[in-house]
């Protein structure tokens, strides 16, 4: 068999036809479900989860019938899903984890799986660890757990309940109170009227978009970024809207716009959302963010005095240090935030609503929001590069910027560099630029920070030009 499985930061992902077939989705089903025979509670049962994606449900249906001749019970959306409420199903449920198909916030042609633990949260770096040497036992003998007679699969509704667990984590009174209006875009995705149905519940003025079932998502990748999040921008415009919230294809990350068209970024969103937490709900904890995160969130952290932990890129190292610790709030980039009190898991339904209640607990915009944070912390402009490149060429970069081969960029000198996760330089003290090979697709990823959107522009530009002079 030719090996084409492999896990990146969360989880398998392949192309639809190609890697991504039902050969290798039952083979990664067979193989989680012998860690979990071996090293788990398998009479605890697995809850089986799917998104929007082409063939995404038979899939599902695929690696619920492996896991089920395993011997192992089942549960099974009978819908398309968002993946915190299947994390949250296998809490409610007690189950020893859960199998997601979905490829995230990739273009359409890509599907995958994602792996969740028994705590409701991404698998550690050690379980995978450990399913892939199940994966790589059977791709040598090819011999599978089978059992004289599987056990049982059940169908059930997933969302539901997550719902009503959210419920109890915000104030939705609140925000109907203050007459706050949205725009809510799942992107295609498995949010599809997940936001829709709490506001209609809780008489919340909205507008949902993109919310019929089209695996295609036309015109956009499932990304709450630029440029995807263009018509949530027009529809918040168009009609006078306080904000618009998007959550991408499974619905753990978040992304938004403010009420003038601006787009209010990821970083900007862990920002808003850390200083909620403390300085209106009074929380405390220590503070967890992945290599390329904002460093507002350091400032915010040293000024409550809260504990900061910085991991690589990938949620599960995030979730790593929330079973550990006593983590108020852990984020990523992409826009994967994770709050204390819910799951060790990203949320980007539950975030939506998180800065729904801030706008409305506040009685500010977002762009108000930003603003009072620029002004105390100083401007943060953020901005990210995907270059479609070959992996090895992208490595070489990487490997060429770690060695020190660019001494300034667009005219900042480098002063130190840091290789967690990538080459990251750091541009004085407030600036830096972060060079990254994607773990899933032939992706070289460019991040920085500075003071301005022109120094951000001038500082993955110079860098695209060194990265394509090395093909």
């Known amino acids: 068999?030719?090996?084409?499985?492999?896990?990146?930061?969360?989880?398998w992902r392949g192309l639809i036809g190609e890697d991504?077939?039902?050969a290798n989705v039952r083979r990664v089903a067979a193989a989680i479900a012998a860690y979990v025979r071996k090293e788990s509670s398998p009479a605890s049962g697995l809850v089986v989860g799917y998104d929007t994606r082409f063939l995404s449900a038979e899939a599902a249906r695929a690696a619920a019938e492996?896991?089920?001749?395993?011997?192992?019970p089942v549960t099974l959306a009978d819908r398309a899903t968002p993946t915190p409420a299947v994390s949250y199903a296998v809490v409610a449920r007690g189950a020893s984890g859960a199998i997601v198909i979905t490829a995230s916030h990739n273009p359409c042609r890509w599907n995958g799986m994602k792996f969740k633990a028994p705590y409701g949260g991404s698998a550690s770096p050690a379980i995978m660890r450990r399913v892939e040497i199940y994966l790589k036992g059977l791709a040598r003998?090819?011999?599978?757990?089978?059992?004289?007679?599987?056990?049982?699969i059940e169908t059930a509704d997933l969302i539901g309940p997550y719902l009503a667990k959210l419920k109890t984590l915000v104030k939705l009174d609140q925000i109907r109170a203050s007459g706050l209006r949205f725009v809510v875009d799942p992107m295609y995705g498995s949010a599809r009227g997940c936001l829709a149905r709490l506001f209609d519940e809780a008489r919340i003025t909205y507008r949902e978009i993109h919310s019929e079932l089209n695996p295609l998502f036309p015109g956009l990748n499932p990304e709450p970024i630029e440029p995807h999040v263009a018509e949530l921008r027009a529809s918040v415009l168009e009609s006078g809207y306080d904000a618009g919230l998007a959550t991408d294809g499974d619905a753990d990350r978040v992304g938004a716009i403010d009420r003038d068209g601006s787009f209010v970024d990821s970083h900007k969103i862990f920002s808003i959302l850390l200083r909620h937490l403390v300085e209106d709900l009074g929380m405390r904890g220590e503070v967890v963010k992945t290599f390329s995160t904002t460093q507002m969130v350091d400032k915010l952290?040293?000024?409550?005095?809260?504990?900061?932990?910085?991991?690589?890129i990938g949620f599960k190292y995030v979730c790593d240090l929330m079973l550990a610790r006593d983590v108020l709030i852990g984020g990523e980039e992409s826009g994967g935030i994770g709050i204390k009190g819910h799951l060790p898991e990203r949320?980007?339904?539950?975030?939506?609503?998180?800065?729904?209640?801030?706008m409305a607990d506040k009685g500010r915009s977002l762009g108000e929001l930003v603003q009072e944070l620029s002004q105390e912390f100083g401007p943060h402009e953020y901005g990210r590069v995907d270059l479609?490149?070959?992996?090895?060429?992208?490595d070489r970069v990487v490997r060429r910027v770690t060695a020190g081969k660019l001494k300034r960029v667009a005219g900042l000198k480098v002063t130190a560099i840091e290789d967690m996760d990538g080459a990251k330089l750091?541009?004085?003290?407030?600036?830096?630029?972060?060079?990254?090979?994607?773990?899933?697709e032939n992706i070289l990823r460019l991040y920085a920070e500075a003071p301005t959107r022109e120094q951000v522009k001038s500082l993955l530009d110079e860098m695209s030009t060194f990265a394509s002079e090395q093909r």
């Open 141 to 152: 003998t090819g011999a599978r757990s089978r059992r004289a007679k599987d056990a049982p």
């Open 301 to 312: 952290a040293r000024k409550h005095e809260l504990r900061l932990h910085v991991t690589p």
């Open 426 to 440: 750091l541009l004085g003290d407030t600036a830096w630029l972060l060079v990254r090979a994607s773990g899933t």
């Open 20 to 22: 991504f077939n039902f």
């Open 1 to 11: 068999m030719k090996e084409t499985i492999k896990f990146g930061t969360d989880g």
């Open 388 to 394: 479609e490149i070959d992996r090895k060429i992208a």
């Open 347 to 358: 949320d980007g339904i539950l975030n939506s609503l998180y800065l729904a209640e801030v």
């Open 66 to 72: 492996e896991v089920a001749a395993a011997g192992i």
